[in-house]
């Protein structure tokens, strides 16, 4: 871990850069939103800690009222339940038996669960759970259009259901039905189309274990570009949304309700840059690059700069122009620049330094970067 590149009420010209940092005004009004949202859609808000792997953002969550958090890997799990959060889904298939073990491990901490969506799959963790004396929560992950992991829907996912409610070690606590393919569909009609077929397989399932008197407490899914359709449709309990705390270019584009981009939330993360050459009248050189954020999913944006753009981005540098008249940084500024996916680029820092009206306010550890076992 490097040092961070900041102290607590250091104006934002004395953060060592290449950093991550966040605008708590945003960061604070999208938590905010976010959880108003939940409560007046009677819907639980369970945010994915994938996008941050920071345990000072899932605190500020849980404070707002979310009822815990989604992880993807054992070791996100471990570095929550550490930091206090007392209730975490793994929104993934755990198999390998070592990792069971560490994931039932925390069971005597927290309220812990995890998907299925194969009869071995509920052996391997009921194993696990029984072994080490704990109560496991397992959902059935169903395939509802994201074409990766999940058992087909109605009368496969049921028997599954049956088999985790009949595991010695697991509780059956209901269904995951995430179909992370919708959330960056540009066209809102797009996403909408999809997410009513997700409803449609959801539906499904939820009559097959009726026909067995089992019941789903919990249907999970969902993500920051479609949230509000989940929560219409009256089959989701719970939103697990992610990249709404921090945001990004990719969520910024996609269209809303009236077919223009019309983001919900505001951009809170940018990675602080500073240019160290102007060599070229028409250009400037920020010195960060790929080893400070993910481009992955495109370019970065330039904040603060109309009528300038970032055009290349190579290890540690990204290159600016300007488009005809357009505002170039001077050198030694310090600049902001927008991540085109906001997960992987957190999980290039070990901090994320809190800034609000020109100063640093708070800096946090990313505790799980990296933490993908």
Known sequence: MQPAPARIGDPIDAVDTPALIVDLDAFEANIAAMAAFGREAGIAI????????CPAVALRQVEAGAVGQCVQTVGEAEVL???????VMVTNEIVDPSKLARLAALAGRARISLLADSPEGVQLAATAAHEAGVDLGCLVEVEVGMGRCGIAAGEPAADLAQRIADAPGLRFLGLQAYNGRAQHLPRHADRAAAIARAGEAVRETLAALAR????????GGAGTGTYPMEAAAGLWTELQVGSYVFMDREYVAIEG?????????????FVLATIVSRAGADRAVANAGLKSMSAEQGKPGLAGH????????????????????????RLGERVRLVPSHCDPTVNLHDWIVATRAGRVEEIWSVAARGASR
């Open 306 to 329: 109309d009528g300038a753009e970032i055009v290349g981005i190579s290890d540690e540098h990204s290159l600016i122009r300007r488009d005809g008249d357009g505002d170039l940084p």
């Open 257 to 269: 309700p009236t077919g223009r981009p019309e983001p919900a939330f505001r951009q809170s993360l």
């Open 81 to 87: 339940v550490a930091a206090g959060i007392g209730d």
């Open 212 to 219: 067995r008197n089992l019941v789903a407490a919990i249907v």
């Open 46 to 53: 369970r945010p994915h800690a994938k996008t941050h792997r």
